[in-house]
């Protein structure tokens, strides 16, 4: 057996190059493929606060999670929140901080923010626009100062926003269900 490739040394090379013949899973749904994640039409970004909007990428409701990208123009702040599970980050363009902690997350950083973390995102007023594709897990769970529950956001309370926008802005409410597995 060849250990750099995981297709056995009996394969040939018509073989290696040979689609897989029978059906996928009836169950499986089918894949997403967003061609422009940084879209063209400005409508496809759904606000969230002064100068913050979100894109969605995908509303996975089986399992709770969601992917999309978050953009700040000028100057802007993400409602302080806490994280039940973790959430993955990669910066595309601009930089970003939390207030709670003393690092910076620049063009090119990934970031993992652990279950339980509470953060305020803020993009300071030097950087003219951040965009950063997050997943998250679970909800945003916004809170006070002292952690007093002011509400929440979750993979439905998403698609409901963005249901909601984008029957407003002419794309039709219908718009969403493309991303939503």
Not at 20 to 41: F, M
Not at 51 to 63: D, T
Not at 109 to 121: F, I, M, N, Q
Request: proline share 9%.
């Amino acid at each position: 057996m060849n250990t750099t490739s995981p297709m056995p040394v009996a394969a040939t090379t018509e073989e290696r190059w040979t689609p897989y013949r029978h059906p996928q899973p009836k169950e499986s749904p089918p894949e997403l493929i967003v061609p422009n994640v940084i879209p063209a039409d400005e409508r496809v970004w759904v606000p969230v606060d002064d100068n913050v909007w979100f894109r969605p990428l995908l509303f996975c409701v089986s399992r709770g999670y969601w992917m999309n990208l978050l953009k700040v123009r000028r100057a802007g702040v993400l409602s302080r929140h806490r994280h039940p599970l973790p959430v993955h980050g990669y910066v595309l363009k601009g930089k970003w901080r939390y207030l709670e902690h003393d690092w910076v997350a620049t063009e090119g950083s990934y970031v993992y923010e652990a279950p339980g973390e509470t953060h305020t995102l803020v993009v300071d007023p030097d950087v003219e626009e951040m965009i950063t594709m997050f997943q998250v897990n679970g909800a945003m769970i916004y809170v006070d100062p002292d952690g007093k529950c002011l509400g929440y956001d979750d993979v439905f309370t998403r698609i409901d926003k963005c249901r909601a926008h984008y029957a407003e802005n002419g794309l039709g409410a219908d718009y969403v269900d493309q991303f939503i597995r």
